[in-house]
């Protein structure tokens, strides 16, 4: 098996652990955590809330680097209110919110995207719930090159609060913020952090 998939495996197993006890899933109770494979979205086990949650990361994935197609699709996921929590020290970071928002991150975001989507490999995606939060992790790869012969593979969680049928709120946590900017200035993608 790859070493890398193996890393980021048990990355995202000791995350589930975190998750799980950050939001208080009682050990005895199973049922309470919801999880379901991305790569069986319409497994009968995926509540509407996990659902709307798959939905709009392939609406976002398959709209990535174009907002004219992004734009008009954003209110069957999010409202004017939905707020955005992305680590601030990303050249894309900070809060955001509603359509505004999106467009301010789509904005920061489309240059490092486009620039890094040939080196990057996403693992397989899981989701959890309890009660109105949603919690989506996988891992990144950033692929080797001549510059970093290593991958650089970091963990990934966002932290959905869904309200009435749309997302009011997601929260981004990233592994190692520092080293993914370190990465990224390796390939050129932006500055160097320590210059």
């Known amino acids: 098996m790859n070493r890398n998939f193996c890393r980021v495996a048990k990355l995202l197993g000791v995350t589930v652990l975190a998750c799980a006890l950050y939001l208080g899933i009682p050990s005895g ?17 995926v509540t509407p809330d996990v659902q709307l949650v798959i939905d709009y990361n392939d609406f976002i994935q398959s709209t990535f680097t174009d907002w004219q197609k992004q734009k008009p ?13 992305e680590a601030a ?38 989701y959890f719930q309890n009660g109105t939060t949603v919690i989506h992790e996988y891992g990144m790869v950033i692929k080797g090159t001549r510059e970093a012969p290593e991958p650089f593979v970091m963990g990934m969680i966002e932290k959905y609060t869904v309200k009435d049928g749309r997302i009011a709120q997601i929260d981004e946590f990233y592994e ?4 993914l900017l370190k990465r990224l200035a390796v390939l050129g993608i932006v500055k160097d952090p320590a210059r």
């Open 176 to 179: 190692d913020t520092a080293g």
């Open 89 to 126: 020290s990303l050249p894309w970071g900070g809060t955001m919110v509603g359509f505004a928002g999106w467009h301010e991150l789509y904005s920061r975001n489309i240059a490092v995207m486009k620039a890094l989507l040939p080196h990057l490999e996403i693992a397989d995606s899981t």
């Open 73 to 85: 699709g954003l209110p069957k996921f999010i409202t004017n209110k939905t707020i955005l929590h």
């Open 29 to 45: 109770r199973p049922a309470a955590l919801l999880a379901a494979e991305n790569t069986n979205p319409g497994a009968a086990s």
